[in-house]
Nanobody
């Protein structure tokens, strides 16, 4: 029973910054990968970033490399997405997700937080 709760979404101007937080609870996450996904209006859900809990290794979508940073705080069971140089195309509902390190599907998802970037 894993619960993920996102927060930190909001409205920002182009070029602005926003920090999303995901509070994870229910299990120890040493064997998990935590990821961020987003779904823009009338678009399919897409991968944004992921972090391996134990090692801290990260992966990013090409569209956000150099602008977004995923991190974790193991002591607090928190994962963050620092978003800088935001663009209107970053507008989406952002979801925190978790999966076992040995499987590709993400079975655990948060409810999402809205990020809107104005021109």
């Amino acid at each position: 029973q894993v619960q993920l709760v996102e927060s930190g979404g909001g409205l920002v101007q182009t070029g602005g910054s926003l920090r999303l937080s995901c509070a994870a609870s229910g299990r120890a996450f040493s064997r998990y990968i935590l990821g961020w996904f987003r779904q823009a209006p009338e678009k399919e859900r897409e991968f944004v970033a992921a972090i391996t809990w134990s090692s801290g290794s990260t992966q990013y979508a090409d569209s956000v490399k150099g602008r977004f940073t995923i991190s974790r705080d193991s002591a607090k069971n928190m994962v963050y997405l620092e978003m800088n140089s935001l663009k209107p195309e970053d507008t989406a509902v952002y979801y925190c997700a978790a999966r076992y390190s040995d499987s590709r599907p993400y079975p655990y998802w948060g409810q999402g937080t809205q990020v809107s970037v104005s021109s």
